[in-house]
């Protein structure tokens, strides 16, 4: 039996492991099974939480989608992981804490039992580091979806992110578009695709197809990229509200040269054991 805790940030839901004692050991026939929502558990990203690799953290956590395949960051899953610890007695009330993912450490403190403020890092535009297949680093891209020409961002928070702004699309537009654009040539892992509309300098609404587990009801990482984009261009003030489906994250960011806060809640959904690997 695999016990594990269900959880969700927004209605972006997780199955989380204790691999404090022992090792993560699911494969990926094994991942995708949890992931089934009819035969398994169900899951837009699996979590394990772990001794830490780096010394200056206080754990790791691991993150799988739910074809198996790894992410390297995962901002409602890093709050459903502190809430996690401190309901488990390792994380106190009020505690700032660095916990190591796989793209690096990021910092989280808990500001009640259920909400949670996290230290993103500063996003990274530089095509290399995205990556993105670009000549040189910009504002704006145009990328061929589908045989149109789109204008988009591209920003990496830990994962690739690509933002479009919808203000021109039709509003049927994105359901094509958003598992084009992940699965784009030019972003050689993939790409998370956000859709964003900006309401005004402190408000934006967001949908995200996400590389690996399609439509999600709130991506973190997503509502980051989106505020740093539009940030980096001028067009928002730098604390943002980002309306996902599922409900509200508050995003700041004061622009280059300093790190990008995430706040928003984490929910825990019931307590199980899995019976699939027998």
Wanted: glycine share 12%.
């Amino acid at each position: 039996m695999l016990r594990f805790s269900k959880m969700h940030g927004l209605g972006n839901d997780f199955v989380v492991l204790d691999c404090r004692s022992a090792p993560f050991a699911l494969d990926v026939a094994r991942i995708r099974a949890l992931a089934d929502r009819r035969t398994g558990v169900g899951f837009d990203q699996l979590l394990s939480v772990e001794p830490a690799r780096d010394p200056s953290c206080a754990y790791y956590y691991g993150i799988w989608n739910t074809d198996g395949s790894p992410s390297g960051q995962c901002g409602n899953g890093v709050r459903c992981v502190a809430a996690w610890l401190h309901r488990a007695g390792a994380l106190a009330l009020g505690e700032a804490v660095r916990l190591e993912s796989p793209s690096g450490p990021v910092t989280v403190r808990l500001l009640a039992a259920h909400e949670v403020t996290v230290d993103m890092g500063e996003p990274a535009f530089a095509p290399a580091r995205i990556p993105f297949a670009a000549a040189a680093e910009a504002d704006r891209y145009a990328i061929e979806v589908d045989g149109a020409t789109l204008e988009i961002g591209a920003v990496s928070m830990g994962n690739p992110h690509a933002v479009v702004i919808t203000d021109t699309l039709a509003a049927d537009a994105p359901a094509q578009l958003g598992p084009a654009l992940s699965t784009h040539a030019r972003f050689a892992e993939g790409a998370n695709a956000g859709f964003a509309e900006r309401l005004d300098r402190g408000r934006l609404k967001l949908r995200v197809h996400e590389r690996g587990a399609g439509w999600t009801q709130a991506c973190g990482t997503g509502a980051c990229a989106a505020m740093a984009v539009l940030r980096r261009r001028g067009e928002v003030d730098e604390s943002v509200r980002v309306e996902l489906p599922g409900g509200v994250l508050r995003i700041d960011w004061r622009g280059p040269g300093h790190t990008l806060w995430m706040t928003g809640p984490a929910a825990f959904v019931f307590e199980g054991e899995w019976l699939g690997m027998l």
